[in-house]
């Protein structure tokens, strides 16, 4: 059975630093492609980083870029992401999720497999 749990969100202040993390079982980690997701209320999911197989590869939105730090730790099967300098508009759900292509595209539908979510709520 493939599971993805995410852990790690809560309620921060503007310009604080929250991690989130996510637990994979289920699937060989290593061949996968590990990327996070969030999805404010009334907004489409929209893509945040990924990283690939090898942690060699990583891709980020725009909106992140500088700010976020994705890493993936292959001994524990774990993805984390540091979030630093948050913003009020970093508010969303966050998901992880894997796909087994080595360099997806930013879009929902080439990750294969998701956790349900953890909350991030960045007060202004």
């Known amino acids: 059975q493939v599971q993805l749990v995410e852990s790690g969100g809560g309620l921060v202040q503007a310009g604080d630093s929250l991690g989130v993390s996510c637990a994979v079982s289920g699937i060989p980690f290593a061949g996968y492609t590990m990327g996070w997701f969030r999805q404010a209320p009334g907004k489409q999911r929209e893509f945040v980083a990924y990283?690939?197989?090898?942690?060699?590869?990583?891709n980020y939105a725009n909106s992140v870029k500088g700010r976020f730090t994705i890493s993936r730790d292959s001994a524990k099967n774990t993805v984390q992401l540091q979030m630093n300098t948050l913003k009020p508009e970093d508010t969303a759900v966050y998901y992880c999720?894997?796909?087994?292509?080595?360099?997806?595209?930013?879009?929902?539908?080439?990750?294969?497999?998701w956790g349900r979510g953890t909350q991030v709520t960045v007060s202004s």
């Open positions: 999720a894997a796909s087994f292509l080595a360099r997806p595209t930013t879009t929902p539908d080439a990750f294969r497999f």
């Open positions: 990283i690939n197989p090898s942690g060699r590869s990583l």
